[in-house]
T-cell receptor, first 112, second 114 residues
Framework: QKEVEQDPGPLSVPEGAIVSLNCTYS??????FMWYRQYSRKGPELLMYTYSSGNKEDGRFTAQVDKSSKYISLFIRDSQPSDSATYLCAMRYISGNTPLVFGKGTRLSVIA | DVKVTQSSRYLVKRTGEKVFLECVQD?????MFWYRQDPGLGLRLIYFSYDVKMKEKGDIPEGYSVSREKKERFSLILESASTNQTSMYLC?????????????FGPGTRLTVT
């Protein structure tokens, strides 16, 4: 079982839809959770950052962490064509100077 | 803003050539990373470094080496390029001292080995 599982998609939605992107993980030692957005032929950029459980909102984006279920989500409200990108989840153990563990990414297309 | 730059956006090399990919960050970050990204395989960690002259193997170090002589610069070396090393290469950096650990990525180098 991989440490982080993420459905690769592709996911295609109409403009204005609510998008839900998800990752599951197996190791309960993960405490830092991130979402990156990657446009085609560009490097990933940090979109959302959360520590431990709970929700975090930033504009149209909401990140949710459910540690009891080992499940994290990214919600995009009022999706726009400019949201079309690959979204990668990433997480990190609570201790030690270790690299992030990434999901494989979900490719999202928002159709105008 | 953190800036991570990579020496080339696109590179075409021949099989057997020695290839150098350079990465520079301007935020005094201690940690630097090299990944390759392939369709269906996601980001795979090749090597990382916690400090100058230090290096750690990632998940797929075979066929690669790295050099970190200065804090801001981390080089990835393909000793003898092969066609299966055709990929998108991404460099990243972070500073554990901030307590946040998010990684900042460069724009990537798309390497084609023919």
């Amino acid at each position: 079982q991989k440490e982080v599982e993420q459905d690769p998609g592709p996911l295609s939605v109409p403009e204005g839809a609510i998008v839900s992107l998800n990752c599951t993980y197996s190791n309960s030692a993960f405490q830092y959770f991130m979402w990156y957005r990657q446009y085609s032929r560009k490097g990933p950029e940090l979109l959302m950052y959360t520590y431990s459980s709970g929700n975090k909102e930033d504009g149209r984006f909401t990140a949710q962490v459910d540690k009891s279920s080992k499940y994290i989500s990214l919600f995009i409200r009022d999706s726009q064509p400019s949201d079309s990108a690959t979204y990668l989840c990433a997480m990190r153990y609570i201790s030690g100077n270790t690299p992030l563990v990434f999901g494989k990414g979900t490719r999202l297309s928002v159709i105008a | 803003d953190v800036k991570v730059t990579q020496s080339s956006r696109y590179l075409v090399k021949r099989t057997g050539e020695k290839v150098f990919l350079e990465c520079v960050q301007d935020m005094d970050h201690e940690n630097m990373f090299w990944y390759r990204q392939d369709p269906g395989l996601g980001l795979r960690l090749i090597y990382f470094s916690y400090d100058v002259k230090m290096k750690e193997k990632g998940d797929i170090p075979e066929g690669y080496s790295v050099s970190r002589e200065k804090k801001e610069r981390f080089s990835l070396i393909l000793e003898s390029a092969s066609t299966n090393q055709t990929s998108m290469y991404l460099c990243a950096s972070t500073s554990p001292g901030t307590g946040r650990y998010e990684q900042y990525f460069g724009p990537g180098t798309r390497l084609t080995v023919t």
